[in-house]
């Protein structure tokens, strides 16, 4: 497509993570800084000038699937519409970027003209069935938060799932599509941070990806992640706040993942727009992409010795973090876009709605119904 599309990036009220913000704020920097955690789709808004909505509850039994993907919580999670995540039982930790709950800024999905839009993606479930339904011009996409079901197919009579995958794989028509949900560029979030701060990075310091650990909050270096200590580069941990995690890792030289349990990856795909070099083993990323075969390491010998080298060798540093930044530019924005403008196309060009029969939702209605429904 020769302009950009127009797209609308929803989350429900009852959704524990992401931007607090009314769909009247337009500052990338604002909306980021206002995440209750993660990063997520940022480069929706800040390349693309998407709008983001926060979305009434609906009663739908597709609109609940959010009671399914993370079953531990779901129960305290209509808490959202009026308090804050750190209120929330066993989320006192937490530090969300706005003292505002999502229900401040809540709107009813269905009071707004979806044609206006050429593709709109929902964060899980946020508008029924039959509201997508009655837009056969507008590209509707959802993905499941956890990433935990209904990604192999699509399902709820939408036109296409994102299945947080950034694999390269570009689609041509609706259904499966790689898209990750750290939705970014090779220099979105610096540039977005640099705006915020005023000044450069300061680039030095190692910053330990956040499940290296356990602990919860993060306050110390566990014992097996000390020996990098002896690179002389200070050891960062994580900040609760987005706004200061984003801060560490702006300042950061390396992103280094020693240990722990093995992660999907957004947590990298930040660093490198954030201009750090991410170093660990491939193998314990599902996001394995992203770690380019010289900043694979697979022991902490090889680690030392890969940083001490850089410290010694600033033209390598810069080398190689540019070509990180090229693949995370590829896999984690080109394409990805690519893909929902290709889909978008074929749907246009075909005049036609994906089949959802009868039989297509109560096939999805048992797969997928969520327990114990509040009503």
């Not at 980021?32 to 955690?37: F, P, Q, T, V």
């Not at 597709?62 to 079953?71: A, G, N, S, W």
């Not at 030289?253 to 490198?272: D, L, Q």
């Not at 992203?290 to 080298?309: G, K």
Request: proline share 6%.
């Amino acid at each position: 497509m020769k302009d950009k599309p127009k797209i609308a990036l929803l989350k429900q009220e009852v959704y524990q993570d992401l931007y607090v913000c009314p769909v009247t704020e337009k500052d990338p920097e604002a909306i980021l800084l206002s995440s209750m955690g993660r990063v997520g789709p940022i480069g929706l808004m800040a390349e693309l000038d998407a709008d983001f909505y926060i979305i009434k509850e609906e009663r739908e039994w597709e609109t609940q699937i959010y009671r399914k993907v993370i079953p531990h919580i779901a129960k305290d999670l209509h808490l959202l519409k009026t308090q804050t995540l750190d209120k929330l039982p066993g989320q006192g930790f937490k530090r969300p970027g706005s003292p505002l709950p999502n229900g401040k800024f809540a709107v009813d999905g269905r009071a707004i003209d979806w044609n206006a839009y050429d593709i709109v993606i929902s964060i899980n479930v946020a508008l029924p069935t039959n509201v997508v339904r009655q837009y056969p011009r507008t590209l509707f996409a959802y993905m499941i938060g956890e990433a935990n079901l209904a990604t192999g197919s699509v399902h709820f009579g939408y036109d296409v799932t994102l299945n947080q995958m950034a694999r390269g794989i570009v689609a041509e028509r609706r259904g499966k599509v790689d898209f990750p949900y750290t939705f970014v560029g090779a220099h979105t979030l610096e540039r977005i941070m640099q705006r915020h701060l005023q000044r450069p990075s300061l680039r030095r310091g190692i910053f330990m990806e956040i499940n290296s650990t356990t602990e919860r909050p993060v306050t110390r270096v566990p014992d097996h992640f000390k020996p990098l200590e002896t690179t002389g580069e200070p050891i960062i941990l994580h900040q609760q706040r987005i706004g200061d995690n984003l801060t560490s890792i702006y300042d950061a030289k390396y992103f280094i993942k020693w240990g722990g349990r093995s992660i999907r990856g957004n947590s990298v795909a930040e660093a490198i727009s954030l201009g750090a070099l991410a170093i660990m083993n491939r193998n314990e990323v599902i996001h394995k992409e992203l770690i380019i075969d010289e900043c694979h390491v697979t022991t902490m010998e090889s680690l030392l010795n890969l940083i001490n080298r850089l410290n010694q060798a600033p033209e390598l540093y810069e080398k190689l973090k540019a070509k990180q930044q090229a693949v995370l530019q590829d896999l984690f924005f080109d394409k990805p876009l690519l893909s929902l403008e290709n889909c978008l196309r074929e749907k246009r060009n075909t005049g036609t709605l994906l089949r959802y029969t009868w039989w297509h939702k109560l096939s999805d209605r048992l797969c997928f119904l969520p327990p114990k429904l509040p009503w």
